[in-house]
T-cell receptor, first 112, second 113 residues
Framework: KQEVTQIPAALSVPEGENLVLNCSFT??????LQWFRQDPGKGLTSLLL?????REQTSGRLNASLDKSSGRSTLYIAASQPGDSATYLC???????????FGSGTRLQVQP | DVKVTQSSRYLVKRTGEKVFLECVQD?????MFWYRQDPGLGLRLIYF???????EKGDIPEGYSVSREKKERFSLILESASTNQTSMYLC????????????FGPGTRLLVL
């Protein structure tokens, strides 16, 4: 059964810092890996999707990498801003299963 | 823009009541999902549907059932609500044709007294 772990659980940084969020998964037979953002009391917003054949994806200040063989992904946020404060969730879609398995998230606070 | 709407943002029910949570998507997606989100446990899959009238159990289906009579609508039913079903419920949908992200609704926060 797939298990997804995110470290750290919470992170507080000053504005302008570059930061890295980590995600690990136990079963490497994945179809894709996705990163989401969740604001308090709200639904999830998709940030990046990396297919199993890809190594990374970029969108603006965000860059996500995937190392399937080691079961790891990182989300890199450049030049963090207070508006980046949210919970970031990593999720994996396994081959043959349409649903996602989620990590517990990293709660990020960017101090102005 | 894809829109996934959920019938209620907040709901308060009594133990033993039958509860219906409705989800509607406007993008003709084949797949629809129901998750619940609890502190420290993350999102867990309750049920999903990959076509009208088709459904599959997720990781925690006990105490829940679902209905998908039309492609755009996916309902989650709590047959007899219990206090341990107090949670945030999130609906999502996705296209079936390739590696596609899931689009989430705003969530329903359910309190069972």
């Amino acid at each position: 059964k797939q298990e997804v772990t995110q470290i750290p659980a919470a992170l507080s940084v000053p504005e302008g810092e570059n930061l890295v969020l980590n995600c690990s998964f136990t079963d490497s037979a994945i179809y894709n890996l996705q990163w989401f953002r969740q604001d308090p009391g709200k639904g999830l917003t998709s940030l990046l999707l990396i297919q199993s054949s890809q190594r990374e994806q970029t969108s603006g200040r965000l860059n996500a990498s995937l190392d399937k063989s080691s079961g790891r992904s990182t989300l890199y946020i450049a030049a963090s801003q207070p508006g980046d404060s949210a919970t970031y969730l990593c999720a994996v879609e396994n081959t043959g299963r349409r649903a996602l398995t989620f990590g517990s998230g990293t709660r990020l606070q960017v101090q102005p | 823009d894809v829109k996934v709407t959920q019938s209620s943002r907040y709901l308060v029910k009594r133990t033993g009541e039958k509860v219906f949570l409705e989800c509607v998507q406007d993008m003709d997606h084949e797949n629809m999902f129901w998750y619940r989100q609890d502190p420290g446990l993350g999102l867990r899959l309750i049920y999903f549907s990959y076509d009208v009238k088709m459904k599959e159990k997720g990781d925690i289906p006990e105490g829940y059932s679902v209905s998908r009579e039309k492609k755009e609508r996916f309902s989650l039913i709590l047959e007899s609500a219990s206090t341990n079903q107090t949670s945030m419920y999130l609906c999502a949908s996705s296209f079936s044709g390739g590696p596609e992200t899931q689009y989430f609704g705003p969530g329903t926060r359910l309190l069972v007294l």
